[in-house]
């Protein structure tokens, strides 16, 4: 591990400025000298977008004593603009876009730079889906399911509070006619948050028994407050930030003040987002196995 990380500060290419974006970059990543001095580096990223974040970095590596900064990007090129959500308002602000990897390579001060190919992608998404069939396959056919909490459901629907109500269930117009309240609830926010701070927990246990400074008490304060989650903190910080992970990071914070610099230590959104789908998706092939014997 050549950074530290700070959590505090989220995803620097949504920045609406240049200057925000690299003063964000500096005091996202903190590198450790001792780490990199001397060596040859190869840094792994998903994605080039502007190319602030790769560019700072590598001056950060040699200015700590790196000798060589290889690049490799786990991804083809970025073009375009997604316009399913990542903020990204056109082409012009698209390294690639206007680029040819020589010159995203001189531009970033990378001794080299490697993108995934287009045709890898594909071949590796294709292995993926088929994959995720099989181990659906096997789950539906597993002989015995975890139990739901049902004394949670049962508390859930004893308070009526319109706070409670709003987020213990997953809404739309097919949920609203035809899914069970078991099933709403493992598709709903509260169960959705509930299991990201369960993560973050999960996350700390382990990185204090491989040796970093956390403390026990740390850890307790996270676990007081691992159910009471204040979706009005985090629903007012995203719309600061833009970005649902770092405002549920902020408002578990708020609740968990000697705790909060360890939340998220270290990890990507990936971490919470894709290990809850598979949990989520996990339980509700579960009970759809149940509920059809």
């Known amino acids: 591990m050549a ?5 505090y500060v989220g995803r620097t290419f949504i920045k609406p400025k240049q200057s925000d974006r690299e003063s964000s970059v500096k005091i996202k990543l903190n590198v450790i000298p001792e780490v990199v001095k001397g060596k040859r580096i190869v840094m792994v990223d998903d994605s080039i ?5 790769c560019a700072n970095i590598i001056k950060m590596l040699k200015k700590a004593g790196a000798t060589e900064v290889h690049v490799r990007i786990s991804s083809p090129p970025f073009l375009h603009p997604c316009y399913f959500g990542t903020d990204v308002p056109s082409n012009e602000q698209l390294i690639a876009h206007s680029h040819t990897p020589e010159q995203i390579r001189d531009m970033i001060g ?23 069939m099989h181990a659906l396959q096997e789950i539906i056919r ?14 859930l629907n004893k308070i009526k509070g319109d706070r409670i109500m709003s987020n213990d269930r997953y809404v739309s ?26 993560l973050w927990i999960a996350l700390a246990e382990t990185e204090k028994e491989l040796g970093l400074h956390i403390t026990d008490e740390q850890i307790a304060e996270l676990k007081e407050h691992a159910d009471d989650i204040n979706f009005d903190v985090a629903k007012e910080r995203e719309k600061v930030v ?34 809850t789908d ?16």
């Open 278 to 293: 598979i949990i989520v998706m996990t339980e509700a092939l579960k009970l759809v196995r149940t509920q059809s014997l």
């Open 173 to 198: 117009p097919l949920s609203e006619r035809y899914a069970s309240k078991e099933m709403q609830y493992i598709f709903s926010p509260d169960k959705k948050f509930r299991t990201w701070r369960k």
């Open 49 to 53: 977008v502007r190319g602030t974040t």
């Open 242 to 275: 833009r970005h649902d992970v770092m405002s549920h990071v902020y408002a578990y914070g708020k609740q968990c003040p000697k705790a909060k610099g360890i939340i998220h230590l270290g990890a990507t959104s990936c971490y919470v987002g894709d290990n």
């Open 142 to 155: 597993w002989k015995y399911r975890e139990k739901i909490s049902v004394r949670h459901l049962n508390k």
């Open 110 to 132: 990378a001794d080299s730079l490697g993108y995934m190919e287009i045709e890898k992608l594909k071949k590796i998404w294709l292995e993926i889906f088929i994959s995720v």
């Open 3 to 7: 950074f530290h990380k700070n959590s």
